[in-house]
């Protein structure tokens, strides 16, 4: 069966509270079991949530990264599966200014911001560069740029006669907007940002996020099969989402946020 689990839901930071069990306060990560491969998507604090098997030296678990803001990468320090020393990981990423995926995560895990550096965590990690086009087993990634301050690498996985989209952390200008629904088009899963409401769009058009009526437009506009919205904000309670939701099925019959840990059939 091919699944998709959504670890973590929540964008920029994360949030605890009765307030935001249903909708998730964990960061974005994302659990992809497509055509018998296993990948992960991203690496907020939702990789705290994963326990699956780690991966041999013969097929190591690929992480995909998006981009190197730290609400993507701060399940790192402390993930179960780099710290089994049996675990083998594969980080993939693109480099930017002139720093690959090692340098630029290096930043994060260094004294005087955490004290537990690269070398010491135990699981065995490798680093590489996500190209424009990866072939792990039985899944073809494509990727795509975004538009988001630094940089965002947006990802299509393929296989099995299947496809899901993973589209956090970009704002749907109408220049890039048409580049997207061919670069999703027909997809059975459209993960996508939809971090504000339009009225608060007035005042964070610059932040490099989306409102979430304009991701179900997107969706509908490539004829996604499901839609999820994800990166919600940390500002926007169960109850704000919860009113919301009728506004996302009003354009697309399958279009909801994101739900804690929400388990996806396609």
Same mark, same amino acid.
């Given at each position: ?11 920029? +930071?994360?949030?605890?509270? %009765? ?33 699956? @098997? ?7 678990? @690929? ?6 803001? /730290? ?11 780099? $710290? ?8 993939? /990423?693109?480099?930017?200014?002139? $720093? ?43 990727? $795509? ?71 179900? %437009? ?8 499901? +839609? ?5 904000? @940390?500002?926007?309670?169960?109850? $704000?989402?919860?009113?919301?939701? @009728? %506004? ?19």
């Amino acid at each position: 069966m091919d699944t998709v689990t959504i670890l973590g839901t929540r964008g920029s +930071i994360p949030r605890a509270g %009765q307030e935001f069990t249903r909708y998730g306060g964990d960061t974005i990560c994302v659990l992809v079991e497509l055509a018998g491969e296993t990948i992960l998507l991203d690496a907020g604090t939702g990789l705290l949530n994963c326990d699956i @098997p780690g991966g041999t030296e013969e097929k190591p678990i @690929p992480l995909l990264l998006s981009h190197f803001h /730290a609400d993507h990468l701060l399940g790192l320090p402390m993930a179960p599966l780099l $710290m089994d020393t049996d675990n083998h990981i594969d980080i993939y /990423a693109q480099s930017r200014f002139g $720093m690959d995926a090692e340098e630029r995560i290096e930043r994060l895990l260094s004294p005087p911001i955490w004290p537990v550096t690269l070398e010491l965590l135990p699981a065995w990690i490798r680093y590489r560069e996500l190209p424009n086009t990866l072939q792990l087993g039985a899944v073809t990634v494509e990727t $795509m740029e975004g538009c988001h301050p630094d940089g965002v690498t947006l990802m299509k996985l393929r296989g099995g006669g299947k496809s899901i989209v993973f589209l956090t952390d970009c704002t749907y200008t109408e220049d890039i907007f048409p580049k997207l629904t061919g670069f999703a088009r027909g997809c059975d899963l459209m993960l996508c940002d939809g971090q504000y409401s339009d009225e608060e769009w007035k005042t964070r058009s610059a932040f490099g996020h989306n409102t979430w009526k304009r991701a179900a %437009q997107l969706g509908l506009a490539c004829g996604a099969k499901k +839609i999820r919205i994800i990166h919600h904000d @940390p500002f926007h309670t169960d109850r $704000m989402l919860e009113e919301a939701e @009728p %506004q996302l099925s009003a354009l697309h019959p399958d279009c909801s946020f994101a739900l804690a840990r929400e388990e996806i059939k396609l």
